[in-house]
């Protein structure tokens, strides 16, 4: 048996802010709020235990230093590279120059607090839910 992920966490000053912005661009809708500040969000219908994995965002008020180790790959579902970029762009998603030569098959951006993201070519591959549930 093997895991799978069940959620991301990602730390940020303005949790309610980032889950607007990453449920825009996911597809996702609020699931949950903590006492904390926190907030879930996911796939609608679906929520914590699905195929995808949810989103928190958690809140934390240290600054952020540098890079971070770990980024999230989004790919369109419904339009070409190009359009999708248009759509995140006037989300609020921004360029951002992590050291790419300008060559790369995607677009390397960051969410309003600065979070890289990229948005990859879509890549259609057949999803075995049975697999995915197991």
């Known amino acids: 048996m093997a895991c799978r992920i069940s959620e991301l966490v990602l730390e940020c000053a303005d949790p309610e802010r980032l ?6 661009v996911l597809g996702y809708v609020e699931l949950n709020r903590e006492e904390d500040g926190s907030i879930e969000i996911g796939p609608p219908g679906t929520g914590f235990g699905g195929p995808q994995p949810t989103l928190v965002l958690s809140p934390n008020d240290e600054p952020r230093n540098g890079s971070r180790r770990l980024h999230i790959d989004v790919n369109a579902t419904d339009r070409d590279q190009d359009a999708e970029l248009e759509r995140l762009l006037a989300l609020g998603a921004v360029p ?18 600065g979070n890289e993201f990229c948005l990859l070519r879509r890549r259609i591959a057949p999803v075995d839910e049975d697999a995915v549930l197991k």
């Open 19 to 24: 889950a607007a912005f990453w449920s825009e």
């Open 96 to 113: 951002a120059d992590v050291g790419q030569t300008g060559e790369e098959e995607w677009h390397v951006l960051a969410d309003p607090e």
